[in-house]
């Protein structure tokens, strides 16, 4: 990372670009379970992507791979500000990972009123009273879900400067300027 851009190298390639080539910039952080995920993605002039990701298996430990991470997001962001003050971040995941969340939710109400309606279909309503509150429990998580992950709504978008005053760490107590 340099005033001039970002040079990635994989174990596979070197993927470079400059700020100018940078039309979109997206940071999302998701969990699933005691993983977490989060990224920076940017959307270069040419068409190609370029995503700076980690993968952490104990979030809640920080070790030196999530110090480095974040020391990195936060240069590009810095950078980014400085290079490019015109462009905002935009705030959560791609459409495709919306979609996806959202359409499991739909499924997962559209199952909860299938079991209702044939339970009512065969006549079996001490069954159907048996199973209300799973029903009513998937009905729930499926409308949570698909509420939450709706794709209809605008992106949210941010100034760099916002998501660094987030993300930057608290200033330790000596880093301080004590004037009196």
């Not at 400085?82 to 739909?106: H, Y």
């Not at 499924?107 to 299938?114: E, N, R, Y």
Request: charged content about 20%; proline content about 6%; overall charge negative.
């Amino acid at each position: 990372m340099s005033t001039e851009g970002v040079s990635v190298t994989t174990s596979d390639a070197t993927e470079s670009f400059k700020w100018a080539e940078v039309n979109g910039v997206r940071y999302w952080a998701m969990a699933a379970g005691k993983a977490g995920f989060q990224g920076l993605d940017f959307s270069l002039a040419d068409n190609r992507k370029l995503d700076l990701r980690i993968t952490d298996p104990e979030p809640r430990v920080v070790d030196a791979d999530d110090l480095s991470y974040m020391k990195m997001l936060v240069a590009c962001l810095r950078e980014l500000a400085t290079q490019r003050p015109d462009l905002s971040v935009e705030i959560g995941n791609k459409k495709s990972v919306q979609w996806a969340l959202f359409l499991i939710g739909v499924v997962c109400i559209g199952f909860a009123l299938a079991l209702v309606f044939f339970a009512l279909a065969e006549g079996r309503n001490s069954r159907l009273e048996a199973a209300l509150l799973p029903i009513g429990m998937m009905m729930l998580f499926g409308g949570a879900i698909a509420w939450n992950f709706h794709p209809f709504s605008p992106p949210v978008m941010l100034e760099s400067d916002a998501i660094l005053r987030m993300l930057e760490p608290p200033p330790e107590e000596g880093d301080q300027d004590q004037t009196a």
